[in-house]
């Protein structure tokens, strides 16, 4: 059986060269990425795929689902730049997981296509899920796999430090995704299998005030909602499983925006049969 990671980004060459032809956010300019966020540095050989595949056997991965980030900021651009960039980047990767004999898969962005395994969708997705009904009506009836990542914040502040975003934002939209998908889209589309990026933003650390309002925390117990363990460690992981049990967290690890070692060494960590669930049994049930 294989090893995977759910949670992997890679930027095709094409996809690199239209960021680099753009004169507004989000571009490649100077050899750094620039967004709404800020001026981040850009190496290009991460986002080459012999180089991610090295990078694969060296952490002993089989298999990397990769996905257009939506904290890239395409959401806020006006919708035939945002169209013209997901089509060209989905174009690129679907080339680039023919040729891997089966060592990458990915997730479309926004959109259910053939020869993708789910649909990337930001965490405003599910936080105002009425406005994707469509997609998420069209995600159920295919039997998706439905991947919810973070989303820019928004410009930095000066009374803010430079993690405040990475750190506040993300996670914050994550937990409300995941309380809204709780609140009204499960009962809205039953059957979606969906996979919650940072683990929903630490969603279990929710549950108990939950229960101060009345909610029956069980029924937050969903067996069709996933959480990948990206960017935390140990005791973060451990409270997930407690509250949810192994069988719904999956590995991910962000790769290349962070280094996936210390995620990798924390699953691992807790022995071959944890691991196994995360890395083997869950993804490669979800991926089916």
């Known amino acids: 059986m294989a090893t995977v990671d759910l949670h992997q980004h890679l930027w095709p060459a094409g996809f690199v060269a239209a960021l680099r032809a753009r004169s507004e956010v989000p571009r490649l300019q100077d050899g750094e990425l620039v967004t709404v966020e800020g001026r981040f540095p850009f190496d290009r050989e991460v986002h080459e795929p012999a180089r991610r595949l090295e990078l694969l056997d060296r952490h002993g991965i089989d298999v990397a689902v990769l996905s257009l980030q939506p904290s890239l900021g395409l959401e806020a651009l006006p919708e035939a730049e945002r169209e013209e960039l997901e089509l060209l980047w989905s174009e690129e990767v679907r080339d680039i997981v023919a040729a891997s004999a089966g060592r990458f898969r990915a997730h479309a962005p926004r959109r ?17 899920p009425e406005g994707e009904a469509s997609l998420l009506d069209e995600v159920e009836r295919a039997n998706g796999l439905l991947f919810v990542h973070p989303e820019a914040t928004g410009p930095p502040t000066p009374d803010k430090p430079e993690w405040w975003g990475w750190t506040a ?28 990026a940072l683990l929903a933003g630490g969603a279990p650390f929710q549950l108990e005030r939950l229960a101060h309002r009345g909610v029956n925390v069980r029924s937050a117990l969903d067996d069709r909602a996933y959480l990948d363990v990206a960017t935390y460690g140990r005791r973060a992981i451990e409270l997930c499983i407690e509250t949810f049990g192994v069988e719904q967290l999956v590995y991910g690890s962000d790769t290349p925006v962070v280094d996936p070692a210390p995620t990798l060494a924390a699953v691992r960590g807790f022995g071959d049969a944890v691991a196994q669930i995360l890395q083997i049994d869950t993804p490669t049930a979800l991926l089916a």
């Open 169 to 196: 934002g993300y996670p914050a939209q994550m937990q409300a995704a995941y309380l809204s998908w709780l609140a009204t889209g499960r009962a809205r589309w039953p059957s979606v299998r969906v996979v919650f």
């Open 112 to 128: 259910v296509l053939d020869g993708f395994v789910g649909t990337c969708v930001g965490a405003s997705a599910l936080i105002e």
